[in-house]
């Protein structure tokens, strides 16, 4: 298998597979099956669909090839990296209707939570996650499987300064929410049914930087017992607050 | 080192090591730090607290010890595991006053999520984490790193049948909340105040057992646009509901 090349990225399981070729078939390089594997349901839709793609398949040992001990089910493909988008791109095909909403990461670094939190971006019905070219987790197979498929869902835009950014959509009339532990209001204090915004979450260390913060509209934080959340869950807990405000609001309609 | 003490867990880091100290230093065994290591202020705090509480402590090569490529920035404590507590002891010594609030998890077993929700729960401040003898994952000390030591600041309770102990809980007044993804009520619309009750969530690939559901006094929703979230992301977005209703009922008083 050609794990010699870099730009390859590899998925493993049948359901990620099938979700690899139901959402980007496009993406996909080759199919490796386990030799001698008995083909269930799920194997023989892979290579229906393979082929049906003209996507090559083939037999050989997968048991020695991950690294990562990732359960592979007898199933792996290679895949083309995602692609991150470029951000005038997604800001000039933005919907034209409705509120738009995203999340910015500064430094999250942690492939299992940048997985979780685009998976969670991706179920909120956000439009992006925003990612700095420095200090940000790369887009790995980790990440991709972590996320389940979801970096297939929603845009992952990839900018060379997140504070030139913020600027840039503060100029647009978007408005910013960072998290900060000491801040005076809790996240669920605010409104967010009646703003573009974007959600700054800060890496675990050191949370969102001083400058980000000085840019902020508004400053939140998640109360707690006992130190503070994950990246990921405390991404959720804010996020979902948006989608709740949002749903009661379509309801009272 | 002792890695064949099947009874033993380890602790790998700085900041978990003096956590471990600053909780519980009588469920450290020993603490080896890296040969030659250069002592920072966090090693030096970790020397003085265990020489403070007699543990032994040991210079050795720490590099090739771990199998799961932890990051232990010279130090490792060897632990005897979190203990589990009896769900008899844990409803005999519940506080007098206020609801209570407890987490069953229904068969989660990958460790990253149960040492995210074990966090979720103490940063909650929910009453414990109730778990299964069969199929749930162990508190390992990768569960204990990703609960960043939350594990001794919440109990997680270990019982035989989570279906018996919902029975109980029912016939105490406790309310039963289980999450599934066809429920007609999102989890936004009941009301977690004025009740004790317990949330079950389910494992991901399953969901919370048809048998646990029956017993459900709430089924609810998370809306979502992609598949599903993550278990301890959904997890933090239902208790974090329950959070933000308590704390604005507190305030309107």
Redesign the interface.
């Known amino acids: 298998m050609e794990n010699n090349n870099q730009n390859l990225n590899f998925i493993y399981g049948k359901n990620p597979v099938i979700e690899a070729l139901s959402t980007n078939p496009k993406r996909i390089n080759k199919i490796f099956f386990q030799d001698k594997i008995s083909f269930d349901n799920r194997l023989k839709k892979i290579m229906e669909l393979a082929k049906s793609y003209g996507i090559l398949t083939k037999f050989c040992n997968l048991n020695n090839f991950s690294e990562e001990k990732i359960s592979h089910q007898g199933v792996i493909a290679t895949i083309s990296p995602v692609e991150y988008i470029d951000f005038d791109d997604f800001m000039q095909n933005l919907p034209k209707e409705g509120f738009k909403k995203v999340i910015i990461l500064d430094e999250v670094s942690d492939p299992?939570n940048f997985g979780?939190i685009i998976?969670?971006g991706?179920?909120?019905?956000f439009d992006a996650i925003i990612v700095s070219n420095h200090r940000s987790a790369p887009i790995t197979s980790t990440v991709e499987k972590?996320s389940?498929?979801?970096v297939n869902?929603?845009k992952i835009v990839k900018v060379n300064s997140i504070s030139a950014i913020v600027d840039y959509l503060k100029k647009e009339d978007w408005w910013i929410i960072a998290t900060e532990v000491l801040a005076k209001d809790?996240y669920?204090d605010i409104d967010y049914t009646d703003m573009n915004f974007a959600l700054i979450m800060g890496s675990e260390g050191k949370g969102v930087s001083k400058t980000l913060l000085n840019k902020a509209d508004f400053r939140v934080r998640?109360?707690?017992?006992?130190?503070?959340?994950?990246v990921?869950?405390?991404?959720?807990?804010i996020v979902?607050?948006a989608?709740?405000q949002i749903?009661?609001k379509k309801s009272q309609k």
Chains 1, 2 share one sequence.
């Open positions: 299992h979780a998976r969670t991706a179920c909120a019905g972590v389940m498929g979801a869902h929603i809790n669920f998640i109360p707690v017992n006992f130190e503070s959340l994950n990921s869950n405390a991404t959720a807990v979902y607050e989608v709740r749903e009661i």
